[in-house]
């Protein structure tokens, strides 16, 4: 017998939305202050030391990453994964416990987090950068979505997993193992027994550091930014729109190739580095298939909607989730390209690379996201969402600010690129090295602008969510399909 | 055809783990072993240059600095010889770092002095004119952190076997020899400093961040390795 909806226990889910926005604030607040720290150098000294470029970077990547979009799948987690496995936390208060256990050691581990990094406490690899014992934290938060995702699963009253717990679990295995083997270290005070506590040192120099770094680092990517948010995607975009996903085997395809395919593409980081060539090409070729399942699964989703296209007139919620799965296939696209190893020879150290981050996180990452914190919060609260206008206005200043970001980056990348390699007649360098970097500078403030206009829609964003939940039409009934907006 | 592993969580994950597990296992393996090799006549880092070097990991400029250069023509008259494998078998981390929002500093030490990088610290636009790099001021006023440094050589030495205290090569002792060694090395470097703050403070046996750091950058080059091995146009 179907649950009705006034069962399902959103207390968790609230938390993890709101702490979500939050850190989605700083991060991006913050990638707003870097983008134009590179244009206006004085920026650097706004808090002293500990707004320095270097220092503040990673509080960027990992607020957004750690902050904003894990919040946002586990927020989707404790909302959706009551209602695909049919339970409900009231009737297993154990799961509710882990549930508040995972949301507090999380926003303890992210606290610690930002105040370790500013103060210059990190490892220097890349989206790992915490320090042991933080990564400890880390580890205590993974065991305890693990209890929960697992422990639900255990006692679901739904037969079959649904999709997109098949891609949340890739998230949890995937993570949870590249993470692991990349932070092993050891705490030199441990052995030396004097200096610093959070001091340790890698398990592995040089070539090997590297190779199991983007291991880490490109799958990061592949296992938070790409299963994570493709998981979240195949929740919501059928939910909202109210039409079944378009085809099961092509779900199935792209969910077993992206699973086998994605790992290699790791190596793509390294080309023309120390890592031998084999490791290389085998990178740069896988990097070029990843092309098929990337684009099954968007197109799976664009093709959701076939015979539906009006709804992207009436609802901004859809639009977010179309654009979304758009950017996904110009991102994967672009990494594609990016990864043979001529381009890569180009573009690798430059701007374009940034680029292609951020379309990405930008567009499929954020706009996911927030698609999906719009249908929930007026489940969870109840309310009305307090107006459609808002979200239409911060989709076209969102979208404006993803294009002018990464067609300024892209321009930059490839003259920057360009005029790293460019000799004269004689063969010698025509450019010094500080040459190009005083031609990016009207890029730098594009992107910046860029940024901006980004930022402004994830304010706008707060705003709409925060007059939701204060002003929004009370809801009688939760509502099965298309979430209600208001018109103001 | 895969729809039991649908039914059944266990069976999932370990399907997945298999085809997760496969990549790793061909790509980073077969080699892990070689690589880990150092080049013939590779030099560990000297404590001062330990302690720079957590500054330089410290102050995030990998952010903005490579330490790779690739082996293409433009790359190697710009930075110097293209870098080999066994050079990095003491790095740990390694720290290539994934943008040149600055130039690569693989060789920095082969191009830069001291006395050039105080200056550049204090005030970057004082010598590359359109620099973008924030003055780094707050490292002449903190003291580098002896302790951790001496930790992590000493670390190096016992788990990694890296090789101190060979005869010639760099010597680490007890922690009273290398204070001393420290101190000495940092003489070395402030000598060609102009700052007066840091030679009173060498005096009073205090070194401060930059003079570390400075020797960490001005290690990196072929001078870390006893017979050059390396040149323009590759071994």
């Known amino acids: 017998m179907a649950k009705t909806s006034a069962e399902y226990d959103y207390s968790i889910a609230r938390l993890f939305i709101i702490a979500m926005?939050?850190?989605?604030?700083?991060?991006?607040?913050?990638?707003?202050?870097?983008?134009?720290?590179?244009?206006?150098?004085?920026l650097n000294y706004i808090l002293g030391e500990y707004s320095i470029f270097g220092r503040l970077r990673p509080v960027h990547t990992n607020g957004v990453i750690y902050g904003f979009t894990l919040g946002g799948i586990w927020?989707?987690?404790?909302?959706?994964?009551?209602?695909?496995?049919?339970?409900?936390?009231?009737?297993?208060?154990?799961?509710?416990?882990?549930g508040y256990l995972h949301f507090w050691i999380w926003i303890l581990t992210l606290i610690l987090g930002v105040v370790s990094l500013l103060g210059g406490i990190t490892q220097s690899k890349e989206y790992a950068e915490l320090a042991w014992p933080?990564?400890?934290?880390?580890?205590?938060?993974?065991?305890?979505?693990?209890?929960?995702?697992?422990?639900?699963?255990?006692?679901?009253?739904?037969?079959?997993?649904?999709?997109?717990?098949?891609?949340?679990?890739?998230?949890?295995?995937?993570i949870a193992v590249l993470y692991i083997f990349n932070n092993l270290s050891i705490p030199t005070y441990l052995v030396a027994h004097t200096g610093s506590l959070w001091h340790s040192i890698s398990m592995y120099a040089g070539s090997n550091d590297a190779l199991v770094q983007w291991w880490w680092g490109h799958n990061a990517?592949?296992?938070?930014?790409?299963?994570?948010?493709?998981?979240?995607?195949?929740?919501?975009?059928?939910?909202?729109?109210?039409?079944?996903?378009?085809?099961?085997?092509?779900?199935?395809?792209?969910?077993?190739?992206?699973?086998?395919?994605?790992?290699w593409a790791g190596g793509h980081h390294l080309i023309y580095s120390t890592v031998p060539d084999w490791v290389q090409t085998l990178s740069s070729v896988f990097s070029v298939i990843l092309i098929i399942p990337s684009w099954g699964t968007a197109i799976n989703m664009l093709l959701t909607l076939r015979g539906q296209w009006h709804q992207l007139k009436e609802s901004p919620l859809i639009k977010f989730l179309v654009l979304a799965s758009t950017f996904y296939m110009l991102s994967t696209l672009e990494g594609s390209i990016q990864a043979i190893r001529s381009v890569n020879a180009l573009a690798h150290f430059t701007d374009w690379i940034i680029g292609h981050v951020h379309d990405g996180v930008l567009g499929w990452v954020g706009f996911t996201l927030i698609a999906a914190v719009y249908h929930m919060v007026p489940r969870v609260f109840k309310r009305e969402i307090y107006s459609a206008k808002l979200m239409d206005v911060q989709f076209w200043l969102m979208t404006l600010g993803i294009v002018l970001y990464f067609s300024s980056m892209w321009?930059?990348?490839?003259?920057?690129?360009?005029?790293?390699?460019?000799?004269?007649?004689?063969?010698?360098?025509?450019?010094?090295?500080?040459?190009?970097?005083?031609?990016?500078?009207?890029?730098?403030?594009?992107?910046?602008?860029?940024?901006?206009?980004?930022?402004?829609?994830?304010?706008?964003?707060?705003?709409?969510?925060?007059?939701?939940?204060?002003?929004?039409?009370?809801?009688?009934?939760?509502?099965?399909?298309?979430?209600?907006?208001?018109?103001? | 055809m895969f729809s039991f592993l649908e039914k059944n969580p266990f069976f999932f994950t370990l399907a997945f783990v298999v085809a997760f597990a496969v990549a790793g296992v061909v790509e980073i393996l077969p080699n892990f072993f070689k690589s880990a090799r150092p080049i013939e006549g590779l030099k560990p880092y000297s404590i001062l240059e330990t302690a720079g070097r957590q500054v330089y990991i410290s102050e995030g400029c990998y952010n903005c600095h490579s330490q790779l250069i690739r082996p293409f023509?433009?790359?190697?008259?710009?930075?110097?010889?293209?870098?080999?494998?066994?050079?990095?078998?003491?790095?740990?981390?390694?720290?290539?770092?994934?943008?040149?929002?600055?130039?690569?500093?693989?060789?920095?030490?082969?191009?830069?002095?001291?006395?050039?990088?105080?200056?550049h610290m204090l005030e970057p636009t004082s010598v590359v004119p359109g620099s973008i790099m924030p003055a780094y001021k707050h490292l002449f006023t903190k003291d580098a952190d002896f302790d951790t440094a001496f930790a992590e050589a000493y670390t190096q030495k016992e788990v990694f076997k890296v090789p101190y205290d060979k005869p010639g090569g760099v010597q680490?002792?007890?922690?009273?020899?290398?204070?001393?060694?420290?101190?000495?090395?940092?003489?070395?470097?402030?000598?060609?400093?102009?700052?007066?703050?840091?030679?009173?403070?060498?005096?009073?046996?205090?070194?401060?961040?930059?003079?570390?750091?400075?020797?960490?950058?001005?290690?990196l080059g072929q001078g870390r390795i006893e017979t050059p091995k390396v040149s323009a146009k590759g071994q």
């Open chain 2, 73 to 119: 023509q433009a790359e190697v008259q710009r930075y110097g010889a293209y870098s080999l494998s066994g050079e990095y078998a003491y790095d740990r981390p390694f720290l290539w770092g994934s943008r040149r929002i600055g130039p690569d500093l693989h060789r920095v030490g082969d191009v830069r002095t001291t006395a050039w990088h105080e200056k």
């Open chain 1, 411 to 488: 321009i930059a990348g490839i003259t920057q690129g360009m005029m790293w390699r460019d000799v004269d007649q004689y063969g010698n360098l025509v450019y010094q090295f500080v040459d190009t970097v005083r031609v990016l500078i009207p890029y730098y403030v594009i992107r910046g602008f860029g940024g901006t206009l980004y930022l402004v829609g994830f304010f706008i964003f707060l705003y709409n969510v925060l007059m939701t939940i204060q002003k929004g039409r009370v809801l009688e009934k939760e509502p099965a399909y298309a979430t209600p907006m208001g018109m103001q």
């Open chain 1, 134 to 174: 933080l990564d400890i934290l880390v580890v205590v938060v993974w065991v305890l979505w693990g209890i929960s995702m697992f422990g639900s699963m255990g006692v679901r009253r739904e037969n079959t997993i649904y999709v997109s717990l098949w891609y949340y679990i890739a998230t949890y295995v995937g």
């Open chain 1, 75 to 98: 927020a989707s987690w404790y909302y959706f994964g009551q209602r695909v496995l049919k339970i409900t936390y009231h009737d297993y208060p154990f799961l509710k416990v882990v």
């Open chain 2, 172 to 219: 680490l002792g007890d922690i009273q020899e290398a204070k001393k060694l420290f101190l000495e090395e940092a003489k070395g470097i402030v000598d060609h400093m102009q700052d007066p703050d840091i030679k009173a403070a060498l005096k009073e046996g205090r070194v401060k961040e930059i003079v570390a750091l400075i020797a960490y950058l001005n290690s």
């Open chain 1, 21 to 42: 926005i939050t850190f989605g604030v700083i991060g991006m607040l913050i990638g707003v202050v870097l983008a134009f720290q590179l244009a206006f150098p004085k």
């Open chain 1, 221 to 263: 990517v592949a296992f938070v930014f790409t299963s994570g948010v493709i998981g979240t995607i195949y929740y919501f975009l059928p939910k909202e729109s109210g039409q079944p996903i378009f085809s099961y085997k092509l779900t199935l395809f792209s969910f077993w190739s992206l699973m086998f395919v994605y790992i």
